[in-house]
Nanobody
Framework: VQLQASGGGLVQAGDSLRVSCTVT????????IGWFRQGPDKEREFVAT????????MYGESVMGRFAISRDEDKNTVSLQMNGLRPEDTAVYYC??????????????????WGPGTQVTVSS
């Protein structure tokens, strides 16, 4: 499984931004795709995850109600719509995949495949 994130940028507090992850490779159709982030001097944090097969999702507490994860089966992408952005959302955002047939998880160590991150910066 290969992953490539895109769509990061610089926005102001309260703005919205959408980052996307293009997923390729064998059997990813039964995979769980997750988004994690790592801010300056912070540990990696779980953001959201989605199971490709049934579309079920799970969110981290700090983004619940503001962010939404979704998939586009035609484009093989998993997107993260981020609304009401705050300066504390500033981080490098990574998409990751579990091995096929594994379910949703908020633990980054459960994810075997990682793409390069995309920087999201929110100014106050």
């Amino acid at each position: 499984v290969q992953l490539q994130a895109s769509g990061g940028g610089l926005v102001q507090a309260g703005d919205s931004l959408r980052v996307s992850c293009t997923v390729t490779g064998r059997a990813f159709g039964t995979s769980t795709i997750g988004w994690f982030r790592q801010g300056p001097d912070k540990e990696r944090e779980f953001v959201a995850t989605l199971h490709w097969l049934d579309g079920r999702t799970m969110y981290g507490e700090s983004v619940m109600g503001r962010f939404a994860i979704s998939r586009d089966e035609d484009k093989n992408t998993v997107s993260l719509q981020m609304n009401g952005l705050r300066p504390e959302d500033t981080a490098v955002y990574y998409c990751a995949a579990r091995k096929p047939r594994y379910g949703r998880s908020s633990d980054s160590s459960d994810y075997s495949y990682w793409g390069p991150g995309t920087q999201v910066t929110v100014s106050s």
